[in-house]
Each structure stands twice: as structure tokens, then as C-alpha cells.
């Protein structure tokens, strides 16, 4: 990524869990190239538990996680954008507000987490998995030299990296 601070929003129906990891790896990762958020069209206002649990064996910094609201991140006061990813299918098939610049778009896809209930060893696994993932997808991220790639390029790319 080039010397500048990229924003990048992760966008999920609601944010108790998926996009909350995605932005507190995001930011872990990304050091001081990067400033993710999540952002939720329906968010609950609350956090799973799990989430915390998930990402403290990954030793991220969390540092105050809110379940955040789309709304917050669109309108002529926003900042500007450069990256949003909807990490849940439903999320997805919404239609997306207007981000500010143009962002690249791409869709990450996770399993709800929040919603594996079926036993706590079987809730704990499915975030674990969730962490695990998209850290991998984070890495493959910021380990593309995304200031030499045009926009074409780089939206394949990130569409890949979404894939794999």
C-alpha cells in the first residue's frame, strides 16, 4: 500500500462480530497504513462476546469495538473512502449507500459466526475460523503493492483474495 493512510470500511448487516474482526485485524495489521471500521445497515449496538474471546488468542489490540452504523460513514461530512468489503452475504445483497470516494468494492463472505449455536465448542470454533480467515485475507491485502495497481487490476485481486 503507498505512505498514505488507507480507509477501509467493512460492511455486514449488522456489525456483533465479523466486521468487528475484520477492523480490529485490519488495524493490528495494517499498522499505520491503514484505518478500518465496521459498519453495519441494521447494527444491534452490541458486541458477541465470542468476538473479544476470538480475537484475544490472536492478540489484536482491541481498542473500544462498537457495533457501527453505515450512516455514519456516508453524507458530505464523511471521509473519504478507499476500500469496502461486506463480509456477510446478506449484507451483500443490500443495496450499498454512496461512499464517499469512490471506493474499490469487493465481497468477503464469512459464515455468520454469531449465529453458530448450535454448542459453545461448535461458537467457539466458527470464530476462531472467522479470525483465522480473514486474517489470511488481510495479509494477502496489504502484502499487494496496491499503489502500482490500477483499479481494474486491483478489483480482481481483491474479488480473488475474497475466493480463496
Excluded at 58 to 74: A, L
Excluded at 83 to 103: H, K, M, N, S, Y
Excluded at 114 to 140: M, N
Aim: glycine letters at 8%.
Amino acid at each position: 500500500m503507498s505512505e498514505r493512510v488507507w480507509n477501509v470500511i467493512f460492511g455486514c448487516t449488522g456489525t456483533p462480530a465479523r466486521s468487528i474482526i475484520a477492523e480490529s485485524l485490519m488495524n493490528h495489521l495494517g499498522k499505520s497504513r491503514s484505518r478500518a471500521w465496521p459498519a453495519g445497515s441494521f447494527p444491534p449496538g452490541e458486541i458477541k462476546p465470542n468476538t473479544l474471546r476470538a480475537l484475544s488468542d490472536m492478540r489484536p489490540p482491541v481498542d473500544g469495538p462498537r457495533s457501527t452504523s453505515s450512516d455514519e460513514f456516508t453524507g458530505p461530512d464523511a471521509r473519504e473512502l478507499d476500500l469496502v468489503f461486506t463480509v456477510c452475504d446478506r449484507g451483500a445483497g443490500e443495496v450499498c449507500p454512496i461512499w464517499p470516494g469512490q471506493p474499490m468494492t469487493a465481497h468477503w463472505g464469512m459464515p455468520d459466526s454469531a449465529e453458530a449455536t448450535r454448542t459453545p465448542e461448535h461458537a467457539e470454533r466458527q470464530f476462531k475460523d472467522t479470525v483465522v480467515t480473514l486474517k489470511r485475507r488481510i495479509e494477502l491485502l496489504l502484502a499487494q503493492p496496491v499503489s502500482a495497481l490500477d483499479r481494474l487490476i486491483l478489483g480482481c485481486e481483491l474479488d480473488r483474495i475474497g475466493r480463496g
